[in-house]
């Protein structure tokens, strides 16, 4: 009789460890250790290229994002819903946009050109201009000249 895999690996478990990481007890890993994982996945999150990847990634899939909204929300077998898919679609733009932009908020043009010069394309500048679109539609200026110092630091360094 064979043995599985699974039981395998169930035996060769050792069930303290793995009942101390559920529980919270932290005695089998040092609190240093986990400090330090904690601290370097904050300082990620923190890093400008990633804030700058993210603005890019939110303003480039919220096509996507709109379409699973109205999936979730709509039945759209029914025809009806054309004036609320609308809103619907608003308002995810709306929450799409404004998290895009919450990326920028912390990131200081002139302290990290840096940064943006290693994450300058033509992606980063496409995202800038879409992003400056939507917000002068809703004439939030604030946010527009924000972003348009960071498209003109990207199209400085594309050149």
Not at 93 to 102: G, P, Q, S, W
């Amino acid at each position: 009789m064979a043995i599985s895999p699974l039981l395998l690996i169930f035996i060769s478990m050792d069930l303290d460890k793995f009942f101390s990481h559920l529980s919270g007890d932290s005695s089998s890993s040092t609190p240093s250790s986990q400090d330090e994982t904690i601290a370097s996945y904050t300082d990620f999150y923190k890093n400008p290229i990633f804030k700058l990847g993210m603005f890019k990634k939110l303003i480039f899939n919220h096509v996507d994002f709109n379409s699973k909204m109205l999936f979730l929300l709509l039945d759209t077998a029914s025809g009806e819903g054309d004036d609320e898919s609308e809103k619907i679609k608003d308002f995810s733009e709306l929450m799409i946009y404004n998290r895009a932009y919450a990326q920028l908020e912390d990131i200081n043009l002139e302290d990290n050109q840096n940064y943006i010069k290693q994450s300058s394309d033509k992606e980063l500048l496409t995202a800038c201009k879409l992003a400056i679109k939507f917000f002068e539609n809703r004439e939030e200026y604030e946010k527009c000249a924000k972003i348009k110092n960071l498209e003109d630091l990207v199209t400085f360094f594309i050149k």
